[in-house]
């Protein structure tokens, strides 16, 4: 038996030695992780210091608001050198629109894919989900428009005849209730 216990704790000790070898080998010193992330993070750090500036262009903000779905939200500066459509503004801005059945490319219904066929939209009355049916009349994309100089206001067109300028902004906001009213500043 006193062979079989020091077998025991002989296997024992390997084991454990090899896990302390495996944990080791697994992990690497941390200057090494850093590196990548420095570099991207540099990275990020240009591309957000270069759009930080005025954009000379149209500025395109897309804010998912109570929705609090990170996937459509951006904001972003896209060069414009005279009037263009607002959606090819978000076409260059990578923003993927999706209409709806009686105005497939005038209006707004998703987002990158938000708000999703699945998701549910809390309001007032309770919850809905986006059918994209043109039957959804508590919650919808609003979109709005800020002269260079000036205060946001509703867009009076469709995305496929509103036309913006360099220096305006366009932005897409998720509206439930009627809220929020408008963009914030």
């Given amino acids: 038996m006193?062979?079989?216990k020091t077998r025991t704790a002989a296997a024992s000790s390997l084991a454990a030695a090899g896990l302390l070898l495996?944990?080791?080998?697994?992990?690497?010193?941390?200057?090494?992780?850093?590196?990548?992330?420095?570099?991207?993070s540099t990275s990020a750090s240009a591309s957000a210091s270069a759009s930080a500036g005025p954009c000379t262009g149209v500025k395109v903000?897309?804010?998912?608001?109570?929705?609090?779905?990170?996937?459509?939200?951006?904001?972003?500066?896209?060069?414009?050198?005279?009037?263009?459509?607002a959606s090819d503004v978000l076409s260059k801005a990578d923003v993927k629109i999706e209409g709806t059945a009686k105005?497939?490319?005038?209006?707004?219904?998703?987002?990158?894919g938000v708000p999703a066929a699945d998701f549910d939209i809390k309001h007032k009355g309770g919850t809905t989900r986006e059918a994209c049916d043109d039957k959804n009349t508590v919650s919808?994309?609003?979109?709005?428009?800020?002269?260079?100089?000036?205060?946001?206001?509703?867009?009076q067109e469709g995305l496929d005849t509103l036309k913006l300028s360099?220096?305006?902004?366009?932005?897409?906001?998720?509206?439930?209730?009627?809220?929020?009213?408008?963009p914030a500043a």
Avoid at 23 to 37: E, Y
Avoid at 103 to 112: D, E, I, Q
Avoid at 143 to 149: D, F, G, I, M, S
Wanted: aromatic letters at 8%.
């Fill in 61 to 85: 903000v897309v804010d998912s608001a109570s929705l609090k779905q990170a996937a459509a939200d951006t904001s972003t500066c896209v060069s414009a050198d005279g009037p263009a459509l």
């Fill in 22 to 40: 495996t944990l080791a080998a697994c992990s690497t010193p941390a200057a090494t992780q850093s590196a990548p992330s420095a570099s991207a």
């Fill in 166 to 182: 360099p220096g305006e902004s366009l932005e897409l906001l998720y509206t439930v209730d009627n809220e929020p009213a408008a």
């Fill in 103 to 112: 105005y497939p490319t005038s209006f707004a219904c998703r987002v990158n």
């Fill in 2 to 4: 006193t062979l079989t």
């Fill in 140 to 155: 919808y994309w609003a979109l709005w428009v800020k002269p260079a100089a000036g205060t946001w206001a509703y867009a």
